[in-house]
């Protein structure tokens, strides 16, 4: 029950409100044009970063409140969460840890396809450089189209391609490195976290009276 409903109804409530902020962040930043695609992507991942921590935060009092029920009720916890907690400090990579990372980082989902898409929005026509093409060496007025405007043009579009190509295959490279370094950090963030929040909601639970 905890896998299968009690988890994923807390991720999915979440998981959407990641969504609707990269849908509206998406859309402005689209409607603006220019470089408003690749700023409201980099909002929108760190949108997501305040959202996963609280569902980190949120995750864990719902849990408490499963255990404590359970404990009413003369059961076992549900979930050892402190038993969790020190397995993702001593041993981030075992396998009976996967189905967190799953559950957790979904809600970088939408806002790392938002980023993707800023991203080749400017590259596939970088701001100025597209304009100024436009405006001088494709005139409205048929008769000053002349060869010389019309092979600059046609050279300029066409290597914006070429070099958003290239820096798209470099970005690549070096937000892969960039994302492994974040994650890393903010693994161990929220793993701190999760212990201050589990220690406080045990002390909660024992000032009331109740195991957790």
């Known amino acids: 029950m905890l896998m299968v409903w009690a988890l994923p109804l807390v991720n999915a409530v979440f998981d959407w409100v990641s969504l609707g902020f990269t849908r509206l962040l998406l859309k402005n930043g689209l409607a603006r044009g220019g470089w408003w695609p690749l700023l409201t992507g980099v909002i929108d991942v760190l949108v997501a970063v305040v959202v996963l921590f609280l569902l980190v935060i949120a995750t864990l009092a719902y849990v408490q409140v499963l255990n404590i029920a359970a404990a009413a009720g003369g059961f076992t916890p549900v979930l050892d969460v402190p038993q969790v907690v ?5 041993d981030p990579g075992a396998p009976s840890l996967w189905w967190i990372y799953v559950t957790v980082f979904t809600t970088f989902i939408p806002s790392l396809v938002n980023l993707t ?9 970088v701001p100025g450089v597209h304009a100024f093409l436009v405006t001088n060496y494709l005139p409205a007025d048929f008769a000053k189209f002349t060869g010389w405007r019309r092979n600059v ?25 960039v994302l492994f370094g974040i994650f890393e950090a903010l693994g161990f963030g929220l793993i701190t976290v999760a212990e201050h929040v589990n220690d406080g909601l045990a002390a909660l639970s024992g000032s009331l009276g109740v195991a957790g």
């Open 153 to 177: 043009a046609a050279l300029g579009l066409s290597f914006q391609w070429m070099i958003g190509a290239a820096l798209a295959l470099a970005l690549g490279f070096l937000a892969i490195g």
């Open 117 to 125: 898409l800023g991203a080749l929005s400017v590259l596939r026509g």
């Open 86 to 90: 020190a397995l993702l400090r001593e």
